[in-house]
């Protein structure tokens, strides 16, 4: 045994939004980084992403939305984690969000939002800060 | 530590996954879980899956999943992807194939990476196995990439052994030859609407009947099928031919429990002893320098690697082997 904790993410694309161009480089930027990115696909339900996360012990939830839609699904997102006791798994987001939105998602609990201009290293330096593997 | 166990037992997934995620991480204290847990496991029926990248494992095990749980079956999934080797991170992507099932309390999905540390897959795949066992599912699927002794080995722990193959890679059934031939039970060819099928199909109903003496004695003979894992052809005549090989050992090697033949604990027994006894004697000897030093003291030129090698393990092992 190696007694090495890993970090653990998942990327996940919530809603009807079938753009995953920017999910997809941002879990290549992940596994360069040496994280084990858990990867869920296109179309997923805010209560498949939590399951998900949950039966795969992420330490973290990246939501990607381009689609205009991720007021209502990140939010319905924490609000599940919450419930199923699981909230010590961060969430983060990114996509096409306006500023108004991001102040009211950061106050639900949204710990960060990337909107474009934002590159890899950013992100990945903000992972590495903000998210560590628990215990 | 009882009460781990206990919401184990009782299928609490959190703590499941939990549990899964020390292992991997190779926590010394789950292994006081894992005895505890032992006792609860020997009642899951485990099967591997295994093939080249790309031949369709991810959405064959999908389209099992809704088939076994017609059949009313509980499942768990452990899909093993290759970690890279060189930033040590991975990309986990079997699920993306299987999520329609993540609602579903009676499916349990998880990723692993292969992480690449000295006969770890085998080691925490098997401990992931037994963890599924003992929170109940009644059908455990292991699914890798079908290269390297330890994925052969991981293999070797189901009961039912499938390899899956693709038309038209001629290249890849001499790969198969080469290591894992031996451990399949079941051989698909999916993908079995394109081109090639029957040429497959008849090298690999050569390459087994081969080893037609040993049919002839009453020995399993694996059989072949087509597929096509994204219509969901042949998936459920390839779940009744698993049916069929359980029966099989049933008949011949008590049926679940052929996964504890003596042969199979030996072999166990020699996996965990090697990883076990490597990882202490490494320890021991990066936490005293001593490892450092050789390294350095061959890099130098002061020193051989054999006669560094003897220095070091047998004071860790405390003393000189016998015969020395």
Request: some cysteine.
């Amino acid at each position: 045994m190696k007694r090495e904790r890993r970090v653990r993410v998942m990327v996940a694309k919530p809603g009807l939004d079938g753009h995953d161009r920017g999910a997809r480089i941002i879990a290549r930027a992940y596994r360069d980084a040496g994280f084990e990115v858990v990867y869920t696909g296109l179309h997923q339900t805010p209560e498949e992403i939590v399951e998900a996360a949950i039966q795969e012990d992420v330490d973290m939830v990246g939501l990607s939305s381009l689609a205009g839609a991720h007021k209502y699904l990140f939010q319905t997102v924490l609000d599940l984690l919450r419930e199923k006791n699981a909230d010590d798994i961060v969430v983060c987001g990114g996509g096409i969000i306006p500023d108004d939105d991001i102040k009211t998602l950061k106050a639900a609990g949204v710990k960060e939002i990337f909107t474009p201009g934002t590159t890899m290293d950013e992100i990945v330096t903000w992972v590495r800060k903000n998210v560590t593997p628990r215990r | 530590m009882k009460d781990l166990v206990e919401k184990v037992t009782s299928g609490d997934v959190r703590a499941v996954a939990r549990l899964i995620r020390d292992v991997d991480d190779g926590m010394p204290e789950v292994r006081d879980v894992l005895k505890a847990l032992y006792p609860h496991t020997g009642k899951a029926y485990i099967i591997g899956i295994t093939g080249a990248p790309g031949v369709g494992k991810s959405t064959l095990v999908d389209q099992m999943l809704a088939h076994l749980r017609k059949r009313g079956k509980t499942v768990g999934v452990l899909a093993v992807d290759p970690t890279s080797p060189f930033s040590g991170g991975a990309i986990l992507g079997d699920r993306v194939r299987m999520q329609r099932h993540s609602m579903d309390p009676g499916v349990f999905i998880r990723s692993l990476a292969t992480r690449g540390h000295f006969g770890g897959l085998t080691q925490s795949t098997r401990s992931a196995i037994d963890i599924l066992d003992a929170m109940g599912k009644d059908v455990i699927v292991v699914e890798t990439v079908g290269v390297g002794q330890d994925e052969v080995d991981v293999m070797r722990s189901a009961h039912t052994t499938v390899i899956v193959v693709v038309p038209g890679m001629g290249d890849d059934i001499q790969a198969i030859k080469a290591g894992i031939l031996e451990v399949g039970d079941i051989f698909l060819i999916n993908k079995s609407d394109r081109e090639g099928t029957d040429k497959t199909l008849n090298e690999l109903r050569l390459m087994i009947e081969m080893d037609q003496r040993k049919f002839d004695r009453g020995l399993w003979k694996p059989p072949i099928l087509k597929v096509e894992a994204v219509f969901d052809k042949g998936v459920d005549d390839f779940l009744d031919e698993v049916d069929r090989h359980a029966e099989y050992l049933e008949q011949t090697a008590g049926g679940l429990k052929s996964r504890r033949s003596p042969d199979k604990v030996r072999q166990e027994m020699v996996d965990m002893i090697k990883a076990r006894l490597v990882e202490e004697v490494l320890d021991k000897l990066t936490e005293s320098g001593d490892f450092d030093r050789a390294v350095d003291a061959i890099v130098k030129g002061d020193l051989d690697p054999y006669s560094a090698c003897e220095n070091l393990v047998f004071p860790a092992l405390g003393g000189l082997p016998a015969d020395g």
